[in-house]
């Protein structure tokens, strides 16, 4: 057994203006869970404390919150795996939510974003005409198991750096849930959902990883890149940045192996885009006044054939 | 002098040239050969992936065919990026047979073969792997005198930890301890790890800015007089976005060093040799203030 000190964060919306923390001794073995420590703190010591949990075991996905610092399931994080040294552990509700009591949130933008998709089969009949079940095969089902595999926790729409910033993103949930049923060979509206969901800035996704660390290992950050490519063989948007973007790049390591930043650039905001263009110069005079310029034309790097060769052989034509 | 293969990447080669001069400056100091791999192409970016996760693979698998042909199997990078996609690559190739024999069955086509030997690192972890933060802090001959540094990432170095691995991605210290060893102070902020924007700048430019801005305002207000990166992407990003993130964060004014910069100039490089003018927020001024340049 230990002592374990549980510094929690407490707010109430209905009465306080502001939050204040409390800090709860427990006695548990170390071992514990982080949710197993809460649910003895408030048995034990302070029965106000408020906080999301059913299943207790990775299922439910409703104890996500936020760990010394560290988004995750409260159910899935052993208490000694990430005590502080003076023996005590900070809790937090998730980042990018409005707290509404204690460590409980308001979900509301979270499930906004998710209903918007559609989550449901949208196959070509209904299945009333239908006359056996829809069949699918191993294979593609496997595509899917990964992503089916989302409890919706939001673990990793707390943790995106874009959403911290812009509300107007979609998160890696929503993405990842999309792909779901993008891939589903019975699903229909395949087209109509990846318009939707570039709609709701699939591109301004930042690469950054941070969804890593779901902890039912969806991969949201893998499932994004799924959609963009998915996004590009379907022709999708082709007039927008995003996918502009992507075959700019693909274009100048091509021709010269190299990304080249100006034609890049150009190439995304479009050419004959003068509003995008007049946006983006005040960025380009600082730049070009501290000497600070990409080369307008790069020369292709040696054995450029290479490279074409590599393109020719797999590439999968997009025209 | 022990040799490395040397893979700068595009952006050092073009918007941020400073970079790759103070690299090659540093490894002079350092004592040892960076050998460019003049014919490797881009990486792939992250973006090639959006398209074609082969063509990704095949064209850093070309990249390591060279450097084993070279005998340089140990490939330094400069960019957290280049790190984290050339790691994946390599990883998915060696990881499968079958991807590895798909790649060189492109390969073939030109002459090439990919054996599996590479190994891709940043500058950063040679920093501290290979010379090491004794000796480096022994070669310290104009040491920061507690400049108050705060590190940045950037996210491909440390994300995602089954690619990279060095160190923990949830609480990484390698910077910190280069900052240590030539004798600043590291500023610890919740920003260090987060991401700076840079692959959204074109998609919509006020995000991207304010996540600079969200970032550098953490900094700043920890007492961070300047910001180190491994990383020319964030670099591009903090040293150009902080002036239009100022409407929603404040104004930080944040002078930004490419992590060989701040080395090279600790381990006693003139500060005019770094290409320290080019940046958009000028370092030279805090330099000077704490009498760190004349």
Redo the contacts between chains.
Sequence with gaps: MAQITLDIFRFDQATDEVPHRDRVNVDIPETTTVLDALETAKADVDGSITFRRSCRSAICGSCSMNINGVTGLACKTPCNTVLREDGSIHIDPMPNFQPMKDLVVHMDPFWDKYTRLKPYLQPADSDEEHERERRVSPDDMKKLVEAANCVMCATCYALCPVVSVDPAFAGPAAIAYAYRFIEDVRDAKTKERLAQINDDYLWLCAHCYACSYCPKHVEPHDRIVDVKRRTVKERVHMDKPGPRHALVVNKTIRQTGMLAETEVIQGTVGRFNIRGLIKIAPLGLRMAAKGKMPPLFLRPIPKIDEVRTIYESLEVPVS | MKKYGFFPG??A????KELFNSTMLLADRLGIELIEL?????C????????????AR??NA?TYAQAEALGLDDVITICSTCT?HMRAANKELRESEERMSAANA?LG??G?KYNGGVIVRHLLWLLIDDIGLDTLRSMVVRPLNGLRVAPFYG??II????VNGWESA?NPHSLEDVIEAIGGEAIDY?GKT??C????Q???????A??VG?NMRIAKDKGAEVVLTPCPLCHLALD??Q??AAARWGRTDLPTFHLPQLVAFALGVPAAKLGL????IDPRRILTERELIA
Excluded: W
Excluded at chain 2, 13 to 16: G, H, L, P, V
Excluded at chain 2, 38 to 42: G, K, L, N, R, V
Excluded at chain 2, 44 to 55: C, L, P, Y
């Design positions: 595009c952006v080669k073009e918007s941020c003049t014919a490797a192409s881009c792939g970016a992250s973006v090639v992936n959006d398209t074609n996760r082969d063509i095949v064209l070309r984290g492109v086509k030109f090439a996210c491909h994300r995602p930890e089954s949830r919740a987060r991401c924007g840079f692959h959204i074109l998609e919509k430019e006020g995000t991207a304010s996540m969200q150009g976005y002036a239009d003018n080019k940046h958009l």
